[in-house]
T-cell receptor
Framework: DAKTTQPTSMDCAEGRAANLPCNHS???????VYWYRQIHSQGPQYIIH???NNETNEMASLIITEDRKSSTLILPHATLRDTAVYYC???????????FGEGTQLTVNP | KAGVTQTPRYLIKTRGQQVTLSCSPI?????VSWYQQTPGQGLQFLFE???????NKGNFPGRFSGRQFSNSRSEMNVSTLELGDSALYLC????????????FGPGTRLTVL
């Protein structure tokens, strides 16, 4: 699975959009970009995933650059409950193995 | 639909003992994966079971083992516990189809004294 690079930490004001970047310059053509988050001491939670096109669901939007070497997870209206570690994972979409990096600690401030 | 459940939630053992952790996946999910999370190493993949067969394994010593039953419930066992085995052990289940996500349980917090 391709290696990802994320900032160690980010801050965001409550109610504003949180934009979390991820670099995956060695991504292969058949690898997907997945985002999970982990609220303190809980199990990780799936957020969204995509291959080439931008994706949106009830939780977030995923923007993938045209060359697929980077992506951005957007939480449109961050709340205090969105404070968590966010993991960007790039993987071939077969099997269930996830390789977690260190992720980004997002802190949403009131 | 009930989520992934793990038992026990907390466990304290001493060095040299063995431990068995249990995971019940979401109904209909046939794939169960196990992860270890420690402050130093982060989240690391242990192994995955699908239809009672281990089909993927991480880089852990043979003291770590697992199995899956016909109802997809899974157990993992750690023998001859070491202090470094203290961790949060997470179980995740999925439908194991292309594009589907994994659902994690709350984890079992193991402390080895």
């Amino acid at each position: 699975d391709a290696k990802t690079t994320q900032p160690t930490s980010m801050d965001c004001a409550e109610g504003r959009a949180a934009n979390l970047p991820c670099n995956h310059s060695t991504i292969s053509g058949n690898e997907y970009v997945y985002w999970y988050r982990q609220i303190h001491s809980q199990g990780p939670q799936y957020i969204i995933h995509g291959l080439k096109n931008n994706e949106t669901n009830e939780m977030a939007s995923l923007i993938i650059t045209e060359d697929r070497k980077s992506s951005t997870l957007i939480l449109p209206h961050a709340t205090l409950r969105d404070t968590a570690v966010y993991y960007c994972i790039v993987r071939v979409d077969s099997g269930s193995r996830l390789t977690f990096g260190e992720g980004t600690q997002l802190t949403v401030n009131p | 639909k009930a989520g992934v459940t793990q038992t026990p939630r907390y466990l304290i053992k001493t060095r040299g003992q063995q431990v068995t952790l249990s995971c019940s996946p979401i109904s209909g999910h046939r794939s169960v994966s196990w992860y270890q999370q420690t402050p130093g190493q982060g989240l690391q993949f242990l192994f995955e079971y699908f239809s009672e067969t281990q089909r993927n394994k991480g880089n852990f010593p043979g003291r770590f083992s697992g199995r899956q039953f016909s109802n997809s419930r899974s157990e993992m066992n750690v023998s001859t516990l070491e202090l470094g085995d203290s961790a949060l052990y997470l179980c995740a289940s999925s439908l194991a189809r292309v594009g589907n996500e994994q659902f994690f349980g709350p984890g079992t917090r193991l402390t080895v004294l």
